[in-house]
């Protein structure tokens, strides 16, 4: 698998030869990963929703029935390559993965993640800003509205307070947002940890925002980014951890992106350095070790994101939506039914 990744790798746009010699190299894992104690994700009162416009479907593995999102806040896939994650590595293994996933024109953080998780560009969506602001909302339903109207219930653990912008009221069950900022990725994934005991989320995002950062203190591709990256990749270990622990695993559809990546101490439009994200994709029925570059015309965006969430949780995404599900990494020869009977 790591000389499938090196080669991909040199494919590149955004490597340089120096980062190909590099890509052999890993650094020693950090210190165990620990379940945080930052302030207490928050429980939101239900309200009732407005009309229903979705309902659950047939899913296209039955076995499937949760969804857990985790974007590593700046991570270039180069830098992925770079980098020790063996835990990230280990979704390539056992999942579909591309290097190649490109993120909105914007490429800066709310706007992306709000494509990210309602299918459609700012354009439509209208989140085209970047900083903390309270009673803003996206103007398009988020994964978390849809898929509470559809009865699954969710939840969000943030590194950014920021995203306060997808708190709108009576569409999520349960989220963490810090009180301050940094926070590590430990900590977040230790908030994670806490949601998925406590409640069982059946949608779960979890955003880490040390690489991004690390990027904008030392610059994209400096040692102590790979160091936050590390640190990320420790972080997805832990709450991988639990799903497995709490039997989960088997059910969850894991799809591991970031927003945007970055070059210099920055990142912004019409940079491929900035453009590129990777995009991972593990569970059930999911083709392993397959590199979606293989499927030549299919190009994945980060409003596939959402498009795929919906498509394995059976909702229906609405005709609003401008991604399109990534159902290549379904496996052909899985049997669908088998893990519910």
């Given at each position: ?21 590099a890509?052999?190299?890993s ?11 930052a ?7 239900k ?8 309902t ?6 039955e ?10 806040d700046?991570l ?33 953080t ?36 849809m898929a ?16 306060i ?5 009576g569409t ?7 009180a ?6 430990r900590d977040?994934?230790?908030?994670a940890e ?17 690489t ?5 203190k ?10 936050a990256?590390?640190r ?5 270990g ?6 497995a ?7 969850t ?9 970055g070059?210099?101490?920055n990142h ?16 059930p ?35 609003e ?5 990534v ?15």
């Open positions: 698998m790591k000389s499938r990744l090196k080669h991909h790798a040199m494919g590149l746009l955004v490597l340089s030869a120096a980062l190909l010699i890509a052999g190299c650094r020693r894992p950090g210190e165990p990963v620990t379940a945080a104690t302030s207490p994700a928050r429980d939101v009162p309200r009732a929703f407005r009309e229903r416009r979705v659950a479907a047939e899913r296209p593995v076995a499937i029935d949760r969804v857990l999102i985790v974007s590593i700046g270039r896939p180069d830098l992925l390559l770079r980098a020790f994650m063996p835990h990230v590595r280990g979704l390539c293994s056992a999942g579909s993965y591309t290097f190649w996933a490109e993120t909105t024109v914007e490429a800066y709310l706007p992306c993640h709000v494509s990210m998780l309602t299918g459609v560009l700012s354009a439509k969506h209208g989140v085209t800003w970047n900083d903390y602001s309270e009673e803003s909302y996206p103007n398009v339903p988020t994964l978390f509205e509470g109207q559809a009865g699954y219930s969710t939840a969000m653990a943030t590194g950014k307070m920021k995203f912008v997808l708190t709108k009221p999520i069950d349960h989220y963490y947002l810090p301050d900022e940094p926070v590590a990725d977040v994934a230790g908030q806490k949601l998925i005991r406590e409640h069982r989320p059946q949608v779960l995002f979890v955003h880490l925002a040390e991004d950062q690390a990027g904008h030392y610059g994209w591709g400096s040692s102590e980014q790979i160091a990256i590390e990320a990749d420790e972080a997805v832990l709450i991988l951890a639990v799903l622990d709490l039997k989960l695993a088997d059910s559809l894991v799809i591991v992106t970031a927003d945007h990546g070059s210099g101490k912004g439009e019409n940079d491929p350095r900035s453009r590129f994200i990777p995009w991972i994709a593990k569970g029925g999911v083709r392993q070790d397959f590199d979606l570059t293989q499927i030549g015309e299919r190009r994945i965006g980060t409003e596939d994101t959402f498009a795929t969430a919906c498509a394995f949780l059976g909702i229906d995404p609405g005709e939506c401008q991604g399109r599900p159902l290549e990494i379904l496996d052909a020869s899985y049997d669908r039914g088998a893990l519910r009977e």
